[in-house]
Structures are given as structure tokens and as C-alpha cells.
């Protein structure tokens, strides 16, 4: 992991995997029996971590079925072997599960345009995008305000810049001043420029600006902000569909669009993801303050519910805080049993 060291990440869910490792251990004296209520408090353990239902169903009956082919008794650590595979697996292999129309629709909902023979109203799957000499890479981050957003952007250029990356950001929430503030001094900080204009400027403008000074000055990454306002759906879909019309014209591509959740809001969380993901073509999530929280398990959820892939995660507060997600390393920082527990991945 970019951190160098499993331990970080398992302190940062430190919240997360207490309430639910530590309730078993409460049950796991020693080798026990599981009848149903004892299964029954174990689902009710996931849930309570919003791991969602469905998975926390599956979960219990996988456990279940393994303490059957064990001779009806069972350990704390076989039932974490458990919950270890069927997260990872779930989390490996999630696959969006709500259809939105292209960004080439944003804004659109007219009978004439739905109606267009051969015009896409899906989006189909995409490939990472090619790093291409003179065309810059355009990273698109959306999300609710309060969620990490801004702070995230600045997490993620410095991430690229280690990575030897040559990375712009654009102050695109224009409607409030903070948020421009804020990343202007985020990028001042880890030492990126930033493109920027005036408060309720018009954000389409500051990326198509961004676009040209990154042509101009050789940068192969932009990171886009975007204004955090959950308003109606078509209006969202306006706003944030004319930003990305203006990227797919300079660089010749949809951007790559991650949406932020904060992992603290727990299913609100989630309703949020679905919202966006009903609304805006979305690649994946960052999930953020994992630190924070005991609702860690909400990872599970959306890619469960609307089977979007977990990208990044943070847990921290410092710029550093923030690593590719692997299913595998979060899945045994969240349920492993034993504080000296280490990895060198």
C-alpha cells in the first residue's frame, strides 16, 4: 500500500473493527456452538456497522454453512476467515448496477433527443485512460459538501506529484469562496498550481482555462473540483454536464469522475452514492474520515447495493492519508484479531 505499513490502516479503523471483533470476542470464549440467536446476534453485529443487509445475510449464512462442515462448533478466527473472504470478494468484484445515461445527455431530457435513432443513452464501461503526450488526464471529483471533497483533491495531487506526475487542480465550486480559498492553499502547500476565478464564476470557464494552461505548461493531470450541492437531479446533471461536454471537447474523452462519500454519514452515505450514480456517470468512490468512524462497513454496502468500486480511501488527516483501495488489505485491517497483526504489502 502507498503507506508502506498495514498497521495504519488498520488503526484508522480501529472504530469499525471494535465494534464488530470485539462484540465476537464478547461470544468467542473458546471453541462454541452457533445456534440461531447466537447467529442472529452476529447479523445483527454486521448490520449495526452498516455493512447493509444483504451482505450481513450472507454473510451470517456463510458462517453458517462453515461451522456445519465443522461439526457444528466454531472458533472467533474461522468466523473472521469468514467475514474476510465474502468482503473481499464482494468488494473485488462489484460491478455498477444502476444504468445513467452518457455525459453527452447531461442536461437533455428532451422527447426529441431520447428519442434519436442511434443516439447512446447509456454509458458504456471504460478502460483507464491512455496517457497521451500534450493531452492531459482529467480526474472529475463530485460529491455532497462536508464530504472531504476539497480536501481530497489536494490529497490526490499530492499523491500523483510523488508519483512523478505533472498535476494542475481547478477551483471549480465557484459558488462558495471557501472552497476556492481552501484549494488555492491546499495546492500552495504541496506545491501544484491551481487555476481559479472569481466567487459564481462560471465553473465550465475555470476548467476550460485549467485545460489550456495545463496544454500550455505541459501538466499530464488535472483534478477538477466541483460544487457539493445535492439539489434536484436534473439540475445536478445540468451543472456538473456542462463541465464535462467542455473536457470531453479539449481532451477528446470523458473525464474520469470519482465521487466522494463520507464514510461517517453511514447510509446516508449510501443514498448519496445512489443519487449521483443515478444522476452523473460515475467510476468509482473515495471513501473518506475511516478514521473517524464505526460505520466503516458502509464500503460493503454500496458496492453491494449499487455495486460501484471502492477506489481510494482515507484515514487520516494529513495530505498523506490517502491509498489505492485493495478489497484483500481492507478486508483484514477490518476484521483481524490480534494488535500485532502486520503485512508487508
Avoid at 444522476?279 to 447495493?305: C, F, H, N, R, S
Wanted: charged content about 30%; some cysteine; aromatic content about 4%.
Amino acid at each position: 500500500m502507498a503507506w508502506g505499513a498495514f498497521d495504519k490502516l488498520r488503526k484508522g479503523l480501529r472504530k469499525t473493527r471494535d465494534g464488530i471483533v470485539g462484540r465476537l470476542g464478547d461470544i468467542f470464549g473458546g471453541r462454541v456452538r452457533l445456534d440461531p440467536e447466537t447467529l442472529d446476534a452476529i447479523e445483527e453485529m454486521l448490520i449495526s456497522a452498516d455493512l447493509g443487509v444483504q451482505a450481513s445475510l450472507r454473510i451470517t449464512r456463510s458462517i453458517e454453512k462453515r461451522v456445519k462442515e465443522e461439526g457444528g462448533e466454531s472458533s472467533l478466527e474461522s468466523v473472521l476467515e469468514v467475514i474476510r473472504k465474502d468482503i473481499t470478494a464482494t468488494l473485488r468484484d462489484a460491478k455498477p448496477r444502476i444504468k445513467v445515461r452518457s455525459w453527452d445527455e447531461a442536461g437533455d431530457d428532451s422527447p426529441k433527443k431520447k428519442g434519436k435513432k442511434g443516439r447512446k443513452l447509456e454509458r458504456e464501461p471504460e478502460t483507464v485512460p491512455e496517457i497521451r503526450p500534450g493531452v492531459p488526464q482529467v480526474i472529475f471529483v463530485v460529491g455532497v459538501n462536508g464530504t472531504g471533497k476539497t480536501t481530497t483533491i489536494a490529497k490526490l495531487a499530492h499523491y500523483y506529484k510523488q508519483e512523478g506526475r505533472k498535476v494542475m487542480v481547478a477551483a471549480g465550486d465557484t459558488f462558495r469562496a471557501a472552497a476556492v480559498e481552501q484549494l488555492t492553499i491546499w495546492a500552495d502547500r504541496i506545491g501544484v498550481d491551481c487555476i481559479q476565478q472569481g466567487q459564481n464564476a462560471d465553473p465550465a470557464a475555470v476548467v476550460f482555462d485549467a485545460l489550456q494552461a495545463a496544454e500550455a505548461r505541459g501538466h499530464d493531470l488535472v483534478i477538477v473540483d466541483t460544487a457539493g450541492r445535492l439539489h434536484t437531479k436534473s439540475s445536478l446533471m445540468d451543472e456538473l454536464g456542462k463541465i464535462a461536454r467542455v473536457i470531453q471537447k479539449k481532451i477528446g474523452r470523458d473525464p474520469e469522475t470519482l465521487l466522494v462519500v463520507d464514510a461517517n454519514t453511514g447510509q446516508n452515505g449510501l443514498q448519496q452514492a445512489k443519487i449521483f450514480a443515478e444522476t452523473v456517470p460515475v467510476d468509482g468512490l473515495v471513501l473518506t474520515k475511516l478514521d473517524g468512524t464505526a460505520k466503516g462497513g458502509i464500503v460493503v454496502a454500496i458496492a453491494e447495493t449499487l455495486g460501484l468500486p471502492v477506489l481510494w480511501i482515507g484515514v487520516g488527516e494529513t495530505v498523506e492519508d490517502i491509498a489505492p483501495f485493495d478489497p484483500e488489505i481492507f478486508a483484514r485491517a477490518l476484521f483481524s484479531d490480534g494488535e500485532g497483526e502486520t503485512t508487508t504489502a
